[in-house]
C-alpha cells in the first residue's frame, strides 16, 4: 500500500521525463563519486606529490630516517641510490631513495 502512496505523483505535477530523469536517478551515484575523489584520491595525490618532492630535495648532510628504522646521515646521493653514514665509526650503507621516509635537513 505504500508503495502505490508513492507511486502517484501530486496533482498537477509534470511526470520527469528526459534530461530531469536522467539527472535524477544518477545524482547518488554523482555525488558518491565526487565524495570519494576530495575524501580519498585528491589527498592521496597530494601526499605522493609532498613525498616525491622530498625525496628529490635529499642533500648531502641530512638526517634521514630508512623505512627498516635505519637513522643515518646522507654522505653521497646518485641517482636511485643515497649512502648513508649510520655509525661514529663511518660505517657507510647504500640505501634506495624510495627507502627513505622521513628527511631532517642538517641542524634539525
Known sequence: ??????AQAPAGAAPMNGPEQFLFSFAPIIAIVLIFYFMIIRPQQKKQKETQAMLASIRKGDRVLT???????????????????????????EFSRQSVVSVHARGE
Open 1 to 6: 500500500m505504500i508503495d502505490v502512496a508513492y
Open 67 to 93: 623505512s627498516g628504522g635505519i637513522f643515518g646521515t646522507v654522505v653521497g646521493v646518485k641517482d636511485d641510490v643515497i649512502v648513508l653514514r649510520v655509525s661514529e665509526e663511518g660505517v657507510k650503507l
